[in-house]
């Protein structure tokens, strides 16, 4: 029998019997899935957005075995997940090592925003210029022996005419010099200036600078400094050094991690877990030489969880759950430069200070019931074409850590809540290589819903 063809008519009549074929087919329908669904064993949740994680934080908590002869729950969690995500579009291996700390009990403790303050940045200040001579307050500068540095590392570099003229202009318009920095013993802290130049006894220059909520803070031996992770660097189309470049520190990573552990110790700075150690370097902004080579360390408020970064992981592109109630806050973080020279750079972001425990040992979904959340969620993504298709993606770790989570009618205060991250591989189609940082996607392991992790970090 011939297809039909649409000719771009629809008659009333026609409208009227879909209607009530519909109707019935939508009461047969109904009545099938009433009469054979089964009751699940767990509530099936997942982005239900209905407030219900804070309502279990604030139930009474699950035992934590003291005081009592019972031996505590096991949470039991397998050593590795291997499935596979099957859809039309592509397909997700899943192979993944589940990483937790081990630990039995569960808790969730409340946080509010903070400042960093000026006596902390008058301490790190000392501790980064213990020789300084001279100080200036105010927008940073290069002197006239900087751009006559700078412009001689470009041309020996090779660089574009349009980086030399740049710094030609930029060169013609100076005007400072070193007569411009005050003697230390009137030194001041202006807030409102929000950066802070050191001249050492050596003649270089050292700089702090802050975010004028107090909300980071950046020091660094040398001005106009970049920090760099990557095995290359490519500035308006020219690289520095070979095209593809291995960074070796020549301090054992070892040593940089005491080095860092020390400094911290120093400054009192409590409560801080090393979650990576990858190698960097330190070059200037406009001449591009190299300083040194070393390590960058970064730290988080773990307490019981997985340390986990959230700078060193990609958000991959799959959207985020926006909470209507309060904006979305980014966990702290602090971030160190070691090479041989000491720690040479310094950034303390999103400070947030403990107000107490929610709950001691709050009820975590079975790890079962997570992973058809997290399966599911994957499943419905792609098939809404939430994810541009340009990789092709493995599911390689599945982490236990913590995520900041807003409270419901309380701007300044939030939950650190047990996250499942969920971190996958990368393959770049178009570029034909692997992505620097794995795609990561948090869950909540409360309730199961997607979470907001911060920054780039969903």
């Known amino acids: 029998m011939p297809k039909r063809q649409f000719d771009g008519h629809i008659h009333k009549k026609s409208l009227s019997v879909i209607a009530r074929r519909r109707a019935i087919l939508a009461v047969l329908l109904g009545a099938l899935l009433l009469a054979c669904q089964p009751t699940p064993e767990t509530e099936f949740i997942v982005n239900r957005g209905d407030n219900l994680a804070e309502k279990r934080i604030e139930e009474t908590p699950a035992p934590t075995g003291s005081g009592t002869d019972q031996p505590l729950p096991t949470f039991a969690v397998p050593e590795r997940w291997t499935d596979v995500i099957e859809t039309k579009v592509t397909t997700i291996p899943i192979d993944a090592e589940i990483v937790t700390s081990?630990?039995?009990?569960?808790?969730?403790?409340?946080?509010?925003?903070?400042a960093i303050q000026e006596d902390m940045m008058l301490s790190l200040w000392r501790a980064f210029f213990p020789d300084a001579v001279a100080w200036h307050s105010g927008l940073s500068f290069y002197t006239r022996k900087d751009y006559e540095n700078?412009?001689?590392?470009a041309m020996d570099h090779g660089l574009e005419n349009e980086v030399l003229l740049n710094l030609q202009a930029e060169y013609n318009a100076c005007r400072l010099t070193e007569d411009d920095f005050q003697p230390m013993e009137t030194f001041r802290l202006h807030p409102e200036d929000y950066i802070v130049t050191a001249l050492l006894a050596d003649g270089s220059k050292g700089s702090m600078e802050w975010d004028l909520t107090g909300r980071e803070v950046v020091l660094c031996r040398h001005t106009h400094a970049l920090l760099h992770d990557s095995d290359t660097l490519s500035i308006v189309g020219s690289y520095i050094g070979d095209p593809v470049r291995s960074i070796t520190p020549s301090l054992p990573q070892d040593k940089a991690v005491t080095a860092g552990?020390?400094?911290?110790?120093e400054q009192h700075m409590e409560g801080w877990t090393l979650a990576s150690a990858q190698p960097g370097r330190l070059f200037q902004s406009l001449g591009f030489e190299?300083?040194?080579?070393?390590?960058i360390l970064k730290y988080v408020h773990a307490f019981e969880y997985v340390p986990l970064n959230v700078s060193d992981v990609d958000h991959g592109s799959f959207s985020s759950e926006e909470v209507s109630y309060a904006p979305a806050w980014t966990m702290e973080e602090l971030e160190l430069y070691v090479s041989e020279n000491g720690v040479e750079r310094l950034r303390w972001s999103d400070p947030m200070t403990v107000t107490g425990v929610a709950n001691e040992n709050v009820t975590l979904l079975p790890f079962a019931e997570m992973q058809r959340i997290m399966k599911n969620y994957f499943t419905a993504a792609i098939a809404g074409e939430k994810i541009k298709w340009g990789y092709q993606l493995e599911l390689t770790k599945v982490v236990l850590t913590l995520s900041v989570q807003p409270k419901k009618n309380a701007a300044k205060e939030a939950y650190l809540v047990p996250t499942w991250v969920c971190l996958m591989d990368a393959y770049d189609l178009h570029h034909e290589k692997q992505t620097d940082k794995p795609f990561a996607y948090g869950f909540n392991a409360i309730d199961g819903t997607r979470v907001h992790m911060g920054g780039s970090f969903r």
């Not at 081990?102 to 969730?108: A, E, K, N, S």
């Open 102 to 114: 081990g630990q039995t009990v569960f808790p969730v403790r409340t946080v509010e925003r903070t």
């Open 261 to 265: 552990e020390q400094f911290l110790t």
């Open 290 to 295: 190299e300083w040194s080579t070393g390590w």
């Open 150 to 153: 700078a412009l001689k590392s």
